[in-house]
């Protein structure tokens, strides 16, 4: 009889007990702040604050290839076991892929120290002028004067030149001599139709000439005047940036001047 109420009376005990925990169970879930003292209950608490998984870039790394070669390894027919040849041949493929990967990131090294090294030797074209595939160039304080390239396809007696400012009015118009063809030199000393210094801008070297009976507008080039160089990136290579002009790549230039 002592046993049984023993046992009896031991029951609302264990009921209490069994509510406290839930309690403060219930307590540790709304508190993420509270901490209970209990190993168990402070483990399995919310988180404080929402881990956020990093980004995954889908890319297989030596570590991924071991752990599938381990799988691959462990799940095999023991009675059909992979082929020796197999097995050298897929560790061969995995280390050419590896090593192409290496090779992509020397190369990218390699052109970065090679587009320091182009903009380094640029520098030596500050100062000077160089010939850019375009017929417009800048007048200014500096640069009174506009020089230029015409490019003909055949000898041309007469070229006839006209230059024309940003907004394509007409300045001034003569003529220079093409039948040596090939490249005719061309230079105008920034005076209008009155002998008048033009306001610095931009202005523009129109040529045409007679191809077969034809007239034709022929290609021109200009030449500028090399202000600074800029590093720019590993597809642009070096940038040299021309005064009134703007930027251009190095590998565009056409021709160097020696003034």
Avoid: C
Avoid at 214 to 220: D, G, P
């Amino acid at each position: 009889m002592s046993l049984i109420n023993s046992y009896s009376q031991s029951l609302p005990q264990t009921s209490s007990s069994a509510s406290n925990t839930t309690a403060v169970t219930k307590s540790s879930v709304q508190s993420t702040t509270t901490i209970t003292g209990n190993t168990f209950l402070d483990s399995i608490r919310l988180p404080e604050e929402s881990t956020i998984p990093e980004a995954n870039d889908q890319l297989l790394k030596q570590e991924d290839f071991f752990a599938l070669l381990s799988q691959q390894l462990s799940m095999q027919d023991p009675f059909e076991p992979v082929d020796n040849d197999q097995m050298i041949a897929q560790m061969a493929s995995f280390s050419t892929v590896d090593g192409i990967s290496n090779l992509n990131d020397e190369i990218l090294n390699l052109n970065t120290v090679m587009s320091s090294s182009q903009a380094l030797q640029a520098s030596g074209l500050v100062g000077r002028k160089v010939l850019i595939p375009s017929d417009t160039g800048a007048i200014s304080a500096e640069s009174t004067g506009l020089n230029g390239v015409i490019s003909t396809p055949s000898a041309i007696d007469t070229i006839s030149v006209s230059i024309q400012d940003a907004s394509g009015q007409l300045i001034k118009t003569f003529s220079v001599d093409g039948s040596a063809g090939g490249n005719i030199d061309v230079s105008w000393d920034g005076l209008d139709k009155n002998g008048l210094p033009v306001k610095e801008g931009m202005y523009s070297i129109k040529a045409n000439g007679k191809v077969d009976g034809e007239t034709q507008e022929l290609a021109v080039s200009t030449y500028a005047h090399v202000s600074s160089v800029s590093l720019g990136t590993t597809a642009t290579g070096a940038i040299l940036n021309l005064r009134g002009v703007g930027g251009i790549k190095l590998s565009d230039v056409l021709a160097v001047s020696e003034t």
